[in-house]
C-alpha cells in the first residue's frame, strides 16, 4: 500500500497547527456528502470505500515527510513531533459500495479529533469524489445498453495511471462486464477483454491475412476489427470467409464476431448483421466502439442497431461531459465536556450549501410490497422508528407537502455502517466482483422513472422531524 499521508492540501497542515497551537483537540464530526448527481441524473452509485480504508489504515508521518515540512519553514518544531507519532484514532461510518446514493446525505462520517478529522479530508473526498464520479457514469452507459455487455477500455485516454486503475474499478462496480486494463484485471480480480487494434490488421500483406492468422491464435475468443479498409465490401466479407473456414475445420469459438470502430454505427450494423445471417453466423456478435456514451448508445438503441457488445473508452473513463462529482467535506458538531455532540450549521447565501447538523445517520425506506425506495430519511443517530407505525415524511425545502406511509406497508434499512471505531477497521471491504453483483440488485430497488436518462424522477431524501426542528432552531439563531 502506498503511504498517501501528504495526499492533502497545504491548508490543512497549516489548520491542524492552528489547532495544536491555540485549543484543544477535541472531536468532531465531518459529513461528506454531494449536493447534486452527475449528468442531471436521478441517482450515483457510492464507491471508493475499499481505497479510504486503506488511505487511513496507512496514515503515518515518515522521517522524509517530516524533513520535508520542515523545509518549508511554516511549521513549528513542537507540531512536527506531534506529526511523527501520528496515526488516526477515530472512527468512520460509510455507505458501503455499489449503493445508490442521493444528494445531502452524508455518504462517510468521520468522528474524530479535529487536527485528525481535518487531515484526512482532502484525500477522502479525492478518492470517493472520482469512483462515485465513473461508477455513476457507468451505470447510466449500461442502462442505456439494456441488457448487452459494456466493456471498459478507457486506459489510455484516462487522466493518468491511477484514474485509469481506480476509474476501471469503478466501472466494473456499475456494470461493465470486464475491462481492457491488465493491471485492474489483476489487482482487483475481474475479468480482462480485448480484441486486435488496426494496427494488426495493416501490419499484414492483406486484410484476409490478416483475421486468419488472429484467428489461428485464438480460435476461442474471435471477435475481428472490420473497418480498417472498408467495412461492407472488405472486412465483414473476409471476416465471413474465416468464419466459414473455422466452421469447416471443426472450430467452435466460445464467442466470435465483429467490431464496428467507426461509420454510421446503426447503419454498419444493420447490414452487417445482414450479411452474417445470411452466411449462416447468426449467433455472431457484434461490437462497436468510437467514442461512445449513454445519449449515443441510447439513440443507436432506438435507430434498431444490431450492437450487442459495446466498447466504452474516454467519454465513461473520464465522465467527459460531467468531470467532477462535487462531493464536500464539512463540520457538522463538536463533541461538549458531557459527553453529547453540539450541532454545527454552515449557513450561505446559496441555500443549497446551507448544512444539515448534527451527530447524524441515513435510513432507507421501501415499499414493503415492491421493494422500490420511497425515501431516504435523515435523522439523528440516536432516533428510534418503529416500521408498524404510521411515518409522515415531508419536504425539507417546501415542509407542507407530506406523504403519510402506513404502518406495516414500508421497511426500513440503515445505510451508514461502522467502518473504523477508536482507530480500528471492523470492516472487511468485498472483493469488486461482489460489489458489483450487490450494485446490479441495488438498482432494482430503483424506481424505472429515477433510471430514465432524461428528466429522471428523483428519490425524496427528508429529514425527520426533529434534525429539522434543530436546523431551523440554529437558522434562527445564526440570523438574530
Not at 241 to 259: D, H, L, N, W
Request: proline share 4%; charged share 25%; glycine share 8%.
Amino acid at each position: 500500500m502506498r503511504n498517501l499521508t501528504l495526499l492533502t492540501d497545504l491548508y490543512q497542515l497549516t489548520m491542524m497547527q492552528g489547532y495544536f497551537e491555540t485549543q484543544e483537540n477535541e472531536t468532531v464530526i465531518f459529513d461528506m456528502f454531494f449536493r447534486a448527481n452527475p449528468n442531471q441524473g436521478g441517482y450515483s452509485v457510492m464507491a471508493g470505500l475499499e481505497q479510504v480504508i486503506e488511505y487511513i489504515k496507512n496514515l503515518n508521518f515518515t522521517y522524509e515527510d517530516v524533513d520535508y515540512l520542515r523545509g518549508l519553514g511554516i511549521f513549528s518544531d513542537r507540531f512536527l513531533d506531534y506529526l511523527s507519532g501520528f496515526h488516526f484514532s477515530g472512527s468512520i461510518y460509510a455507505i458501503p459500495e455499489g449503493t445508490m446514493i442521493f444528494p445531502r446525505e452524508p455518504l462517510l462520517k468521520v468522528i474524530a479529533p479535529i487536527m485528525e478529522a481535518q487531515l484526512v479530508e482532502t484525500a477522502i473526498l479525492n478518492i470517493v469524489n472520482h469512483q462515485c464520479l465513473i461508477a455513476t457514469k457507468t451505470s447510466r452507459v449500461v442502462y442505456a445498453a439494456q441488457g448487452d455487455g459494456v466493456m471498459e477500455f478507457g486506459l489510455r485516454r484516462a487522466q493518468g495511471p491511477d484514474a485509469g486503475l481506480y476509474g476501471a474499478r469503478a466501472a466494473m462496480i456499475g456494470g461493465c462486464v470486464g475491462t481492457s486494463n491488465v493491471l485492474a484485471g489483476k489487482l482487483f480480480d475481474v475479468p480482462v477483454m480485448g480484441t486486435h487494434a488496426h494496427s494488426w490488421i495493416m501490419s499484414f500483406p492483406d486484410e484476409y491475412t490478416a483475421f486468419k492468422e488472429y484467428a489461428k491464435l485464438y480460435p476461442n475468443s474471435c471477435t475481428l476489427l472490420v473497418d480498417t479498409y472498408d467495412t461492407l465490401k472488405s472486412g465483414i466479407p473476409n471476416a465471413i470467409r474465416v468464419f466459414k473456414e473455422m466452421r469447416e475445420a471443426g472450430i467452435k469459438p466460445k464467442s466470435y464476431g465483429i467490431r464496428l470502430d467507426s461509420g454510421d454505427l446503426a447503419y454498419l450494423s444493420k447490414k452487417a448483421r445482414k450479411m452474417l445471417d445470411e452466411a449462416g453466423f447468426t449467433d455472431a456478435v457484434i461490437a462497436a466502439s468510437n467514442d461512445l456514451d449513454e445519449i449515443l448508445i441510447h439513440d443507436l438503441k432506438m435507430q434498431g442497431a444490431q450492437i450487442r457488445s459495446w466498447g466504452v473508452g474516454t467519454n465513461m473513463i473520464t465522465s467527459k461531459d460531467c468531470p467532477s462529482f462535487g462531493g464536500v467535506y464539512k463540520l457538522a458538531a463538536i463533541k461538549a465536556e458531557d459527553g453529547t455532540f453540539v450541532p454545527k450549521i454552515k449557513l450561505s447565501e446559496n441555500t443549497e450549501k446551507i448544512t444539515n447538523p448534527g451527530n447524524k445517520t441515513i435510513y432507507r425506506i421501501y415499499d414493503k410490497e415492491t421493494g422500490k425506495i420511497r425515501a431516504d430519511l435523515i435523522c439523528f443517530a440516536d432516533e428510534v422508528f418503529d416500521p408498524e407505525e404510521e411515518m409522515v415524511l415531508f419536504s425539507p425545502k417546501e415542509p407542507w407537502k407530506k406523504t403519510r406511509l402506513a404502518g406495516g406497508s414500508y421497511t426500513m434499512r440503515e445505510l451508514l455502517v461502522p467502518v473504523f471505531v477508536n482507530g480500528e477497521c471492523i470492516y472487511q471491504s468485498p472483493g469488486v466482483k461482489e460489489i458489483a453483483a450487490y450494485c446490479r440488485q441495488e438498482k432494482e430497488t430503483l424506481w424505472e422513472e429515477t433510471q430514465r436518462l432524461f428528466y429522471p424522477h428523483n428519490v425524496y431524501v427528508d429529514l425527520s422531524q426533529k434534525l429539522y426542528d434543530t436546523k431551523q432552531r440554529l437558522l434562527s439563531e445564526k440570523n438574530r
